[in-house]
């Protein structure tokens, strides 16, 4: 019974045959299945997830694309009529190691690296062994003359790979002092790649480093164009006929620069470290900007940039920094100015009222010395304070009665402590301290010592040349500064038509009022005539207002810094005038030049000479001789 039930459950050899087939038929139905799955979605992830990557992978083997640099805009004075920068034709000389023949490289390398002044060994580091069969177009040298160009192009059949192509450099005609100002270009470096990105930059793109080329590079850059050939998989070239998109120069800036003022105050300065401004009030125009020393902009062209840059950088006489932006003084007694203002606007003292001055105040356990030792200044009202640069008569004056609160107020609204907008790439802020500040900095209570520091424009106060330019300028339009700036216009580098034109624009407008500005540019009138810069100022062609600055400075002894601010015509209407401001650093050996300097400069402008000229005329020229004082 067992037997024949189980033999009822027996397979016969027809049916196991039959379930075999099944399992290998499912089997392989399965496993197409599943390869058909993975094929879809890979088919999928190329389309849809990866498509974009592909399809750039695609366009970079079947197209091979070189930029055709675009010309950077040139640069002019105010008056557009000569370039002082312009672009000179230069080629970049580049090899394709895949067209080398492999048993040719050395032969071929040797040859090129001596047309080009080079060493064999620097073609090898830019072209290593595992390069040698790329198809990659790799630059060898920059700025090859075309002479050079066309001794390769002779040999051309000698030198399988080799290439070149036009890049233009950029020549900077005028040097000198306006290399602060124009500044220089050079290549684009990874952390600048890595923010400029996606403002149309690429690894090879020239931009601005400094001046008014990096602060407009967007308008100097212009638009790249390009050249497209085909190419195969190695990059080899399939297609003759490139596809061509020309460049598109750069936009081309006028400046307000006067290019006669920049060279008087230039030779004016002189090879004293130092700083000129020379601005028009009404309008807030620079005319001329000097810092001495300066550079040679045109250094950063040669294939020895860096190096160059790092002599520059570490000089001890800094050439890179611009000190009428840059650098921050001690005002000195051109702080003075504001303090009268101040004195005025708050009626804290009146001022007709005088003050004696015997050469010394006693305070705190300290003798305080002004400029003139005893019997000192004797009695003074504002007006002779201001003209005689009394120290004791504004120790008093700030100590006593406006304090620091209403000085350090005063000198936020002249624009001191505050950046003045100037259209460079940086700029120094200066500091006007205040009694929280030195407590929060130094944890020490503000002292009446430290106020009558202030008063003077010593102490803590720092400021610009610029800055001190603005202050003037203040004064000139009875209580408003215009933002300084330097470009006056852009224009269409094809047509010359104007773009975009500068309108002045109010940057600071003070409370202060009208009556007291009209007493303050009386007394800085009074103080040309009867004060302390009454002989270096003296002028028989034009009638001017200022204010002279000594500030020390503590590592140097025998040396101050000397200024001199002031305006011209004094009688003009605003929109007439200039105002300059002059400043000579300590480490020159001591001479009082800040005020001859700033007169030579109105001299200059006013009765149409040169630096030469203005000097003989105001009876200068015997103190160039001087062995103290530098030409």
Known sequence: MI??????????????????????????????????????????????????????????????VNIIPAQRG????????????????????????????AKQYDTVATRLALY?????FDIDKKIPVKLRRSYTLITIKSNVPFSVISDIAENKTDLPGVSWASK?????????????????????????MNVMYNRGYTQNSIIGKTGIEKQYDSLLQGIPGSESRTVDVRGRIISDAPVVTPPQMGKNLVLTIDSTIQTLAEKTLGNRVGAVVVLKPATGEILAMVSYPFFDPNLFNTDNASSEYLSL????????????????????????????????????????????????????????????????????????????????????????YLGIDKIASYADEFGLGQSTQIDLPSQSTGFIPTAKWKERRYHEKWLGGDTMSASIGQGYILATPLQIADMMAMVCNSG?????????????????????????????????DSDVWK???????????????????????????????????????DSWHSWMVAYAPYDAPVEDQVVVATLVEAVNPWEWWAPYATNIIIQGIFANQTYEE??????????LKNGNRQE
């Open 614 to 623: 203005a000097t003989t005329a105001l009876g200068f020229h015997y103190l």
């Open 116 to 120: 080009l002044g080079i060493s064999k």
């Open 480 to 512: 408003t500064i215009y933002k300084p700036h330097l470009l006056k216009e852009v224009r269409d580098p094809v047509t010359n038509a104007v773009i975009q034109e500068i309108k002045p624009e109010v940057l600071f407008k003070s409370s202060i």
């Open 168 to 192: 233009p450099i950029r020549n900077y005609v005028e040097t000198g002092s306006l290399s602060h100002i124009i500044g220089y270009v050079g290549d684009i470096t990874q952390e600048e």
């Open 313 to 400: 950088a570490n000089s001890p006489d800094k050439p890179l920094l611009n000190r009428a932006v840059n650098a921050a003084y001690p005002p000195g007694s051109t702080f003075k100015i504001i303090m009268s203002a101040a004195m005025l606007q708050e009626k804290a003292f009146p001022a007709n009222k005088k003050i004696e001055c015997t050469g010394k105040l006693v305070y705190g356990g300290r003798i305080f010395h002004d400029h003139i030792p005893e019997p000192g200044h004797g009695w003074l009202d504002l007006k002779n304070g201001l003209a005689q640069s009394c120290d004791i008569y504004f120790w008093t004056i700030g100590r006593d």
């Open 3 to 64: 037997n024949n039930m189980s033999g009822g459950f027996r397979r016969g050899p027809s049916g196991s045959s039959f379930t075999e087939k099944n399992v290998r038929i499912i089997i392989l139905a399965v496993i197409l299945a599943a390869a058909f799955v993975v094929y879809v979605y890979r088919l999928f992830a190329m389309q849809v997830i990866q498509g974009e990557q592909y399809r750039k992978q695609s366009r970079t083997i079947s197209s091979q």
């Open 74 to 101: 040139e640069i002019f004075d105010r008056n557009a009529n000569m370039p002082m920068v312009i672009n000179t034709d230069s080629f970049a000389v580049a090899v394709t190691p895949g067209e080398i023949p």
């Open 519 to 557: 007493t303050v540019q009386e007394d800085l009138r009074y103080t040309i005539t009867d004060g302390t810069p009454a002989y270096p100022m003296h002028n028989k062609i034009v009638q001017s207002a200022g204010k002279t600055g000594t500030s020390e400075v503590a590592q140097y002894k």
